[in-house]
């Protein structure tokens, strides 16, 4: 069964870069997993920030951007704000027309 | 815009089956694959399967393969997913969600407990 990893938690500082990433336990993520990634605070559904790798949803600041780096996709916060912290998913089609999400990170902004 | 929909919070005895709706409007709702997504009590997100409202075709993600229908009624935009053969761990908030032309999840629904105790 395909698992999808992800940190557990990551801090960055108010004004840092941070990057999460988005890999497989086994091979490596490529576009064709058409990797997406979802911010979330607690009791919301979850809101899409990035999809097809690197394409920002609508209305999301050009201070999340999304690329494949070495074996992973990655997600990269420029500048990072105090509301940015939240929990952070990203999921990946794995084939035969199923998706799986990772475990989820959180961020914390201090 | 487009909006779903979703039913009311729930609360069954174990052994019993749930069957949550999720209303769609603001688009033409044959033209995109509905998913379901559920997150249990502090938990992350757990993909549950798809169903494309055109066909009906389905695919199940294979935790839940055998305990999961997903059906809609096309006269009314509306996707259900049921759930049978509940157990205290399907205690979880349920999540219908849009898959847009970028094969993300581009719309969500508002979420619906579903509470498993006896």
């Known amino acids: 069964q395909t698992v999808v990893t992800q940190e557990p938690s990551f801090s960055v500082s108010p004004g840092g870069t941070v990057t999460l990433t988005c890999g497989l336990s086994?091979?490596?993520?490529?576009?064709?997993?058409?990797p997406s990634w979802y911010q979330q605070t607690p009791g919301q559904a979850p809101r899409t920030l990035m999809y097809?790798?690197?394409a920002r949803s609508s209305g999301v600041p050009d201070r999340f951007s999304g690329s494949i780096l070495g074996n992973k996709a990655a997600l990269t916060i420029t500048g990072a704000q105090a509301d940015d912290e939240s929990d952070y998913y990203c999921?990946?089609?794995?084939?035969?027309?199923?998706?799986?999400f990772g475990g989820g990170t959180k961020l914390t902004v201090l | 815009q487009v909006q779903l929909v979703q039913s009311g919070a729930e609360v069954m005895k174990p052994g019993a089956s749930v069957k949550v709706s999720c209303k769609s409007s603001?688009?033409?709702?044959?033209?995109?694959?509905m998913h379901w997504v559920r997150q249990a009590p502090g938990q992350g997100l757990e993909w549950m399967g798809r169903?494309?409202?055109?066909?009906?075709?389905?695919n199940y993600a294979q935790n839940f393969q055998g305990r999961i229908t997903m059906t809609r009624d096309t006269s009314i935009s509306t996707a259900y997913m049921e759930l049978s053969r509940l157990r205290s761990d399907d205690t979880a908030v349920y999540y219908c969600?849009?898959?847009?032309?970028?094969?993300?999840?581009?719309?969500w629904g508002q979420g619906t407990l579903v509470t498993v105790s006896s």
């Open positions: 969600a849009r898959i847009g032309s970028g094969w993300a999840f581009d719309y």
């Open positions: 603001g688009y033409t709702f044959t033209g995109n694959y």
């Open positions: 169903i494309h409202p055109d066909s009906g075709t389905t």
């Open positions: 086994s091979g490596s993520v490529s576009t064709s997993f058409y």
């Open positions: 097809s790798t690197n």
């Open positions: 999921v990946l089609y794995v084939g035969s027309g199923n998706w799986v």
